[in-house]
C-alpha cells in the first residue's frame, strides 16, 4: 500500500517541475523545459532541410521580457541513429536572441538540448524536429 502512494507522489513532484508541449518540435516549443527562463527555437531555412541551418533560441523571463546578454548553448543529437551531432555556442544577437549556423548532416529526428546560463539563472530546454 506504501508503495503505490510514493510512486503517485514521485510522478506529482515530476510534473511538476517540467513543461512539456503538445508536440515534438514542429512549432518550436520545447518537448520539456525547466528553470527561470522560457525558450522557443526557430530554423531558417524552415522546415529545417539536411544541410546549413541557422538555429535561433527566444530567451524569456517569466514576465515574457527578452533576456540579454546569456551564454546560450545547444547540444544536438541523432537517437535514431545513436549519434551525437554537433555542439554549438550561440551568438547573442542582442535582443534576447541567441543564433548559430550548423551543418545537420543527415536527414533525420534530431534532439536540440539547449541551456542558458545569466546571472546565476539556469534554464534548460529540449527540442525534437525531423530534418528533411
Not at 16 to 26: H, W, Y
Not at 36 to 58: A, D, V
Not at 108 to 123: E, G, I, L, P, Y
Request: one cysteine or more; charged letters at 20%.
Amino acid at each position: 500500500m506504501r508503495t503505490p502512494t510514493i510512486l503517485l507522489l514521485t510522478l506529482v513532484l515530476l510534473m511538476g517541475c517540467s513543461a512539456k508541449s503538445d508536440g515534438p518540435g514542429t512549432s518550436g516549443t520545447p518537448v520539456f523545459s525547466s528553470g527561470e527562463f522560457s525558450m522557443t527555437i526557430s530554423f531558417e531555412p524552415t522546415p529545417p532541410q539536411k544541410g546549413s541551418e541557422t538555429l535561433t533560441i527566444t530567451l524569456k523571463d517569466a514576465n515574457g521580457n527578452p533576456v540579454k546578454d546569456a551564454a546560450v548553448t545547444i547540444d544536438t543529437m541523432m537517437p535514431d541513429m545513436r549519434m551525437s551531432g554537433p555542439s554549438l555556442h550561440l551568438q547573442d544577437n542582442g535582443d534576447g536572441t541567441y543564433s548559430a549556423v550548423s551543418n545537420l548532416a543527415y536527414q533525420t529526428k534530431w534532439v536540440f538540448r539547449a541551456r542558458a546560463d545569466r546571472q546565476r539563472k539556469h534554464s534548460s530546454a529540449e527540442f525534437v524536429q525531423d530534418v528533411k
